[in-house]
Structure formats: C-alpha cells, structure tokens
C-alpha cells in the first residue's frame, strides 16, 4: 500500500517554564533556539523519554511532574515522519543561565548545550517547529492565550 514504508520517528519534547520564561538552548546543528527533545527508545513511554531527554541535555534533576501538551505527526524536508509528543513541567530553583555537557548514550553525548531562559510569548521562532505548541503552555500570558488546559 502507498505509505507503508513511511519512515516514522517517535520523539519527545520538554517546555520548562519557570514563572513566565521557558528553558532554551543554542544547540549544534541548528542556528535557532531549541527545547530538550529526544527520541524516544524501545520499551520507554514519551512521557519517561521527556524526563530522560531533560536529565541528560540540561543537568536538571528536580522539576515538576510533565503534563502532555500536544502530540503532532511533523514532516522533516527529508520525508521522514515524526511523531512529537510535546510536555510541560514546572521547575522553581534553576540557574538564569549554564553550560550542561550533554550525558546519555545518544549521538549528542559530549556536546556542550548553553542553556537558558526566554520570556513568553518567545520573538523568534524556533529550530525544527519546536515553538508549535508555546501558545498552549497555562504560563500567565505565556502563549498568546492564558488559562489553556495542558491535560
């Protein structure tokens, strides 16, 4: 059938928020803000792969439980397909800005992410559509709406 070799990724995204101001970083390969995101492994749930993904590309350990935001099928120029399964958790006592080297078994270990925080709603967009759902996020007037349900 048409499609059936449709190459398909499953990945999961993180929007941290503390207060107003989401959790970004310059990464390699992409000259645009991004949020942590990874793909997600065999035997994981997107909502395990989105905490995982945040350990290993921000050093970050305590943050508020991940809420589901949105989940899109995205069409990357190379055809391929991903399913994206976007999150937000809450995070109170984190740095205004820090150098994390990436840790985990993935093709990004070792790389050295800048990371820091952008006031909502966000002036540029982002690397790869990551910015999609910001309008979502129940963040003050984060989105360009206030009082939207994550859940």
Same mark, same amino acid.
């Given at each position: 059938?048409?499609?059936?070799?449709?190459?398909?990724?499953?990945?999961?995204?993180?929007?941290?928020?503390?207060?107003?101001?989401?959790?970004?970083?310059?990464?390699?390969?992409? +000259?645009?803000?991004?949020?942590?995101?990874?793909?997600?492994?065999?035997?994981?749930?997107?909502?395990?792969?989105?905490?995982?993904? #945040? #350990?290993?590309?921000?050093?970050?350990?305590?943050?508020?439980?991940?809420?589901?935001?949105?989940?899109? #099928?995205?069409r990357r120029r190379?055809?391929?397909?991903?399913?994206?399964?976007?999150?937000?958790a809450e995070v109170?006592?984190?740095? +205004?800005?820090?150098?994390?080297? #990436?840790?985990?078994?993935?093709?990004?270990?070792?790389?050295?992410?800048?990371?820091?925080?952008?006031?909502?709603?966000?002036?540029?967009?982002?690397?790869? +559509?990551?910015?999609?759902?910001?309008?979502?996020?129940?963040?003050?007037?984060?989105?360009?709406?206030?009082?939207?349900?994550?859940?």
């Amino acid at each position: 059938m048409p499609g059936d070799d449709v190459t398909h990724v499953t990945k999961a995204c993180a929007y941290i928020t503390r207060g107003t101001e989401l959790l970004t970083f310059e990464g390699p390969g992409h +000259d645009r803000l991004q949020v942590p995101k990874g793909t997600v492994e065999p035997g994981e749930t997107p909502r395990e792969a989105v905490h995982r993904e #945040v #350990v290993e590309e921000t050093g970050l350990a305590t943050f508020g439980r991940f809420r589901p935001v949105a989940t899109d #099928v995205w069409r990357r120029r190379d055809s391929k397909r991903y399913v994206r399964n976007f999150y937000h958790a809450e995070v109170v006592d984190a740095p +205004d800005a820090w150098t994390h080297t #990436v840790t985990g078994t993935g093709e990004e270990r070792g790389a050295e992410f800048v990371l820091s925080w952008v006031e909502l709603p966000a002036d540029e967009p982002f690397a790869l +559509d990551l910015d999609d759902y910001l309008d979502a996020l129940p963040v003050g007037n984060a989105g360009r709406r206030t009082g939207v349900a994550a859940d």
